[in-house]
């Protein structure tokens, strides 16, 4: 039957979620270019218009210099397919040329539902199949992480897809069902290319799996399975590329991996973009060498925990791998977005549910982090008019979260109706209490930034002064995430693999 | 629990900011302007706009309040002249301030849940109770609607009856009469649940131990007196203007959307049997066409206000209503007589309001909160009550819809709706231990989606000659509706 938990956790979501929808989207009322809004809208145009071997290509009707695509094809999929409903809805949002920075309330409306019902289909079935039949504190958490919601509905992207398939692929694996894992992460892949960031903790892990098998052949057979289902996922997405042609195909290919644009835009908060305020890179290396450091130090930075995964697979290690490569990845690789974060955050939750609930993980280190991943996008955020919306959503989840086990507890037994335990709670120890303090003054530091940021304008020797600041504060702040949470990685030893919760 | 609750409720509120409001938006914003630009003489004569004074006179200070923090967001709304003005700052003050006034409600569910504590009459216990209680309160749907959305500030006002009610639960009688008279003094349709009051307070606090006790009676209506006094005190000069502004009675039986009472099935049945008779009966029965009335385009059902005469069935003056409500009330009165406790005190409260819905005049659809939030309380008592709310509720949440009628809000209402729907279900479930709906109750609540699905989709995409009868989306919401409401008064009734 109904399973009345999950039915109100997506209800209360979908009313999250709705109500950022309200609020302006990128690039609202902002022409010629606009923002992220009118490039999924032109994906549309495009796909719907136009044969398939013109989607990448620069020709006549497709100018790719005004928002070409530039995700892999799953994403151009996709856009053909609500371009269709956006034809049947209403023609003129998609007229070829014409509706180029087309902006109504009901083409809003259209665009925002959109996005809504992506999650319908794919991001809340991915929470249900990862967390099983009793509401944890990973589906409440995933459900309302505010990062996630101001990014999909409020700037508008369909990160809600490709995280989806990434929460499915890693309860898939954890499940020993590395068939379906490793397929549903080939979409995810597929549909946005920075679902790499991911993609070394799954090769180790699966390996490590393999390598662990009794027999030589039982090894053989699970790796060539597994190659068989990711070079089959890739064909079969790739294939009407590969039928128009080989230059088609590495156009796309070129589009999804730009290697000559700089190494960020904007103010991020990376690795590089911090030293950049004391020590110039661009000014003293060549693109290729600042390419050649950010590959070193990506993969040599990410090597302790993947090697971690290989000698010792279990979900444990895999999903705190999952977490500290891609916090690798965001802070040391090429070209980032502060949208990418999102692809730390979400592992970051997943871990809830490999981790005790009582840790220090959940109960300092995670919503600290958390919260600072929507502090690092507020530049982003502030810019898109959605200051208002983001304080709703990230003081909600912290209500939420100091809460949780009053929430997740009402789905059980009548044992809990006791509001206290009646065992004795152990003091917390110095090192806890000095972590509750840092925690508590670095978020009052985001908060002054935010309001400096907001209210105070900066001296006219500084224009991006506040921006820089943020970005410097958030990424000091991801540099020791990063070291706590790989010794939380390696403090785990040697486990066993536990068996996963039912479905 | 209180603040967290409070605060994370006007958090989602505060995603909502960039709603549609109705014109209770600039009604409000005209109140604003008129107490803070004029003189106290001139509130109540002030007609510039439509939308003049006709709340009572603490409504009017409350607004003379609000403007005076107005005034920092943006001193143009505080313009009279400046009709339909709705700048950024103007929306944010305003929904701001129904936010933040609602902490009074949140104080109100508070009370009321710590001194429920107190009665040895109910049934569950526990902290689940406390959680259904405040949570459900907080977190009406119904109420998150015409507030947030719409636009009024029935939270601020209902927490006035909340504390109310908390302070009779507790045996305080003055203080629940002092909350009480402040209530009506801000919003005079609460004089519907007077008579609720009037017998409570009676046998409990003036007959002292079955002893008539002059000395009560004589505090009690001194502190009624003083309250009215004060509140009327600085109008005493325009005393027949103030009350012609709040008893209008130039308004129609029904408002303009069908609240779902028993006059809109009164006038559907007339239709029915005026579209039957015309059918057999020839010319013999003259059907106004929508232009007769008035002149206005407008039919019974179209959505506008105004008097309805019926022609098959009797016509109803508003005398005619006040007597059948009153009638209806006399029951539970009675009952309240006999056993004056705190339990059957909320029980009368509720089926007042239910009784003048029912039968009032001019009801507005959004009064049904004025039956569901005290029946929130109730809904922990026994199961019996705890079915009735849920039927109630959910059923009056959704007969509130098409007050939000643009297709942006369609979602809004349908998210909201469900949430609490299920947050309902499951939190009394879990107070009660039980599945607390019939199968056939379950097929009932299920089918509004139907009639969902028809109002709000199917019906654009209809033929035109079907098209043009407007009205079926308005009418299947309180036909439905009113079943509802309807069925579920006359269960309690059959339990005495």
Redesign the interface.
Known sequence: MLN??Y??LF??S???R???S??PYSGEGKPPMHGDYEAQRHWQEITINLPLDQWYNHTQDNDLLYWGLDYPPLTAYHSYLVGQVAHRVNSSFTELHQSRGIES??HK?FMR?SV?VADLLILFPAIRFFCGSSLSATALLLAIYPGLILIDHGHFQYNGISLGLFVISVAAVIRNCDVLGSIAFCLALNYKQMELYHALPFFFYLLGKCLHQPSFLRKISKLFVIGVSVIGTFVAVWLPFFLAGPYTTLQVVRRIFPVDRGLYEDKVANFWCTIDIIFKLKQNLDTSQIGLLCIAATLLLSLPSNLHVLRYPTPRNFVMSLLNTSLVFFLFSFHVHEKTILLVAIPAILATSVLDKKSAFQRYWLPWFLILTVFSMVPLLVKDGLL??T???T??FC??Y??LD?MVS?SSSPLN?R?SSPLPVEPNSFWIQLLGFSQVVSLCGACLLTLLHEVYPPPARYPYLWPTLICAYSSLHFLLFLLAFHVIQFSSGVTVSYSKKKL | MLIAGFLALACVKLLYLPSYKSTDFEVHRNWLAITSSLGVQSWYHEATSQWTLDYPPFFAWFEFALSKVAVHFDPEMLVIKNLGYSSDKTILFQRLSVIVTDFVFAVGAWTCMKNMHNLKSVQARGPSRDAAIYTLLLTNAGLFMVDHIHFQYNGFLFGFLLLSIGAMMQEQYLLGSLWFCVLLNLKHIYMYIAPAYFIFLLRAYCFNNSAFSITRLVKLGSLVILTFVVSFGPFVNQIPQVISRLFPFKRGLCHAYWAPNFWAVYNLVDKALTIIGKKFGGDMIKIPTATDLNGTQASMTGGLVQDIEHIVLPSVPPLATFIITFLFMVPCLIKLWRRPNSVNFMRSLTLCGWSSFLFGWHVHEKAVLIMILPMTLLAVISRKEAKYFLLLAITGHFSLFPLLYPHQELYTKMFLHIAWAFLAVKMLKKVHKCDLLTLAEKIYLLASVIIFIYSEFIHFYLPPNLAKYEFLPLLAYSAYSALGVISTYVSPDRKR
Request: charged share 10%; glycine share 6%.
């Open positions: 009345v938990d039915a109100l209800s209360v979908l009313i999250l709705y109500g950022v309200l609020w309330p009901d409306l539902l809504i208002l919306p304080i709703a959503s003081v909600f209500i939420m100091g809460n009053q009402t109706e509001m």
